[in-house]
C-alpha cells in the first residue's frame, strides 16, 4: 500500500523537473506548452476516468484516477497551490455534510 505521503513525494518530483529540459522530461515538456495543455490534459484524464468507471473494470479505474491526480499536481503546482494546501481544504471539510459545505460556500461562508 502507498504511504500517505506519497501526493508531497510526487509534488516535489514534479517540482524537480517542472524547469527542466523539455525535451528530457515529460513533466517539462507539459509546462512548457502552459497552463491550457495542462488543463486539457486533466480534461482528457477526467474523461478516461469517468468511462472507466462506466465499464466498471477496476485495474483502468485505478489507472486512470492516477493519471487524472497526477495531471492534477502538476497544475497545482503550475498554479503555485500546495498539496498541503488541498488536503486541509480536504481536513477542514472532514466530518461536515456535502450539502451544508456546498451551502457555505455559496453564503461565502469559510
Known amino acids: 500500500m502507498a504511504e500517505p505521503d506519497v501526493l508531497e513525494r510526487l509534488e516535489r518530483a514534479i517540482a524537480a523537473r517542472r524547469d527542466a529540459e523539455p525535451s528530457g522530461s515529460y513533466v517539462a515538456s507539459l ?10 490534459k486533466i480534461g482528457e ?18 489507472h486512470e484516477v492516477a493519471d487524472l491526480w497526477f495531471h492534477c499536481l502538476v497544475m497545482l503546482g503550475r498554479q503555485g ?14 466530518g461536515r455534510s456535502g450539502h451544508d459545505e456546498k451551502a457555505s460556500r455559496q453564503r461565502g461562508d469559510p
Open 31 to 40: 509546462n512548457a506548452r502552459g497552463l491550457d495543455a495542462i488543463l486539457k
Open 81 to 94: 497551490v500546495s498539496v498541503a494546501e488541498v488536503l486541509a481544504e480536504l481536513e477542514r471539510r472532514e
Open 45 to 62: 484524464e477526467a474523461t478516461e476516468t469517468v468511462l472507466a468507471a462506466k465499464g466498471g473494470d477496476k485495474a483502468a479505474i485505478v
